[in-house]
């Protein structure tokens, strides 16, 4: 797999600096192309080969079709700073005589970018793996994969050989959110409380930064602040709060009944959800 990977002088400026893709001429029969990986560098062989190949707008129904693609069976790719992150990105087609082969592009905000390829597991589908990184290696100052302005919407595309010898490029063919992962914490006290008191429920929301390898707190988000009764298997949100500057959450409530505090964070456009364990609070008569 070929990667876009910012060296760590790019990364502190927070920009990225976008390299030609170099070319690799299609082998007959097919075969996976191969790819280069320099540091800085993305290295597409896939580039060359669209050239010529791609599928006209008033094909005939007959001809071979590029349906869709599927990432991450439907759900976004949330990735921290400690861990590498797989994902399957299905392409689905039909054709007489059947998928054969696929090159796939993943394409992301600040030029993100990813490419690898497979051979096809049954006549009308063909899935790829991807890993991307945002953290460095133990001891290391290797270059990673992400970085913040990389967060976002990522597009699909797509070529695939058929069996017949044909071929179809299929650009934009799917879409997912690649996120940086974010994390909640909650504290209520006093514990225990008399009925009818005050409680104080306090907590942090962080999310990863994938230009520094820390989680850092993330300002002006609302974060839902939820009750469960003992007992019950249901939350209810009670409140919404927005977190400070330094992503810090703090809010007061009467305490009614025993039960659960959480803050519960659905997430944005370049940022992954996150929920805390519940807190439980006795309350005593």
């Known amino acids: 797999m070929s990667r876009f990977a910012a060296p760590p002088s790019d ?18 029969p097919r075969k996976p192309v191969g790819r280069v990986t320099s540091r800085g560098v993305v290295v597409g062989a896939v580039a060359v080969l669209l050239a010529g190949v791609g599928a006209s707008a008033d094909a005939a129904p007959s001809d071979p079709v590029v349906s869709g693609a599927t990432v ?14 797989q994902f399957p990105v299905t392409v689905t087609g039909s054709d007489d005589p059947g ?3 696929a090159d796939v592009d993943l394409k ?9 390829d497979a051979f096809c ?55 997912f959110g690649l996120k940086r992962a ?34 850092a707190g993330y300002a002006g988000q609302a974060v839902k602040l939820q009750f469960r009764p003992k007992g019950s298997s249901t939350y209810t949100t009670v ?16 305490a009614s009944r025993d039960g659960y505090w959480r803050w519960n964070f659905t997430g944005t ?7 805390a364990t519940g807190d439980y609070v006795d309350v005593r008569p």
Do not use: M
């Open 11 to 28: 990364r502190q400026n927070g920009g990225r600096d976008i390299v030609p893709l170099i070319a690799a001429a299609r082998a007959t």
């Open 72 to 85: 991450n069976s439907g759900h976004d790719v949330i990735v921290g700073i400690t861990h590498n992150v």
């Open 99 to 101: 998928l054969y082969f």
């Open 108 to 116: 992301g905000p600040h030029g993100g970018f990813y490419t690898t």
């Open 121 to 175: 597991e049954t006549a009308t589908a063909c899935t790829t793996v991807f890993t991307v990184n945002a953290h460095p290696a133990p001891s290391s100052d290797d270059p990673v994969d992400l970085a913040n302005a990389n967060a976002g919407t990522w597009s699909v595309d797509a070529l695939v050989d058929i069996n017949s010898g044909e071929s179809v490029f299929a650009p934009g063919v799917g879409s």
């Open 182 to 215: 974010a994390r909640l914490t909650v504290n209520a006290s006093p514990e225990p409380v008399a009925k009818g008191a005050r409680i104080t429920v306090t907590g942090k929301l962080v999310r990863a930064n994938w230009d520094t390898y820390r989680y």
């Open 239 to 254: 409140a919404t709060v927005n977190t400070s500057s330094t992503g810090t959450l703090r809010t007061t409530v009467k």
């Open 269 to 275: 456009h370049t940022t992954g959800p996150a929920k």
